[in-house]
């Protein structure tokens, strides 16, 4: 994507954020989230949608199979169809992830994918999200997923940090260690 489209494409969601943000809760920011990797892996999807022999009615109905599970539904299949009517619908995934982005940013929340070599209890969950709330001063969304490779230990990654401590990571600050020293 070029420098004009990703300046339209905060445009657009800038737009949306200041009729809609309010309206956008945590549950809803989490399935932005989802629906725009979606739509960003499977950008042809975009493409059926401006076909001239899809009408509206078809059109209508696949905007509902995407934004169903979203309380702003409505109002993300008329921004949809705003784009679609510019003909600027391949610009969608990147309007949601800057919607996403921006309703974060005003509502002072990270999202963090919490990894682990074993499966976590909810409150080792809770636990670990009050930690990095503590820590970044925002409210925490998460993802959880287990990485039997990281060898007993666990990884909290967002877009801007990091933090790990496990078995894998150890093994490879020592193997890094005695590669610069020549060992």
């Not at 932005?32 to 022999?53: E, W």
């Not at 899809?54 to 949809?80: P, W, Y």
Request: with cysteine.
């Amino acid at each position: 994507m070029d420098i004009g489209d990703t300046i339209l494409a905060k445009r657009y969601a800038c737009a949306f954020v200041n009729v809609a943000g309010d309206a956008l809760g945590k549950d809803d920011i989490q399935v932005l989230a989802g629906i725009s990797a979606m739509l960003n892996k499977q950008r042809g999807i975009l493409f059926f949608l401006t076909l001239p022999l899809m009408n509206a009615q078809v059109v209508e109905r696949a905007l509902c199979a995407l934004f169903d599970h979203c309380s702003v539904g409505e109002l993300l299949k008329k921004i949809t169809l705003l784009l679609i009517q510019h003909k600027r619908v391949i610009l969608l995934p990147d309007v949601l992830r800057y919607i996403e982005l921006l309703c974060k940013d005003k509502a002072c929340c990270k999202t963090f994918t919490i990894t682990s070599s074993d499966e976590l209890s909810d409150q080792q969950l809770r636990d670990i999200v009050v930690y990095l709330e503590r820590e970044t001063a925002h409210k925490v969304l998460y993802t959880h997923s287990v990485d039997k490779g990281l060898i007993a230990g666990l990884r909290l990654q967002s877009d801007t940090l990091l933090w790990e401590y496990s078995v894998k990571k150890n093994i490879e600050t020592i193997r890094r260690s005695m590669i610069d020293t020549g060992d």
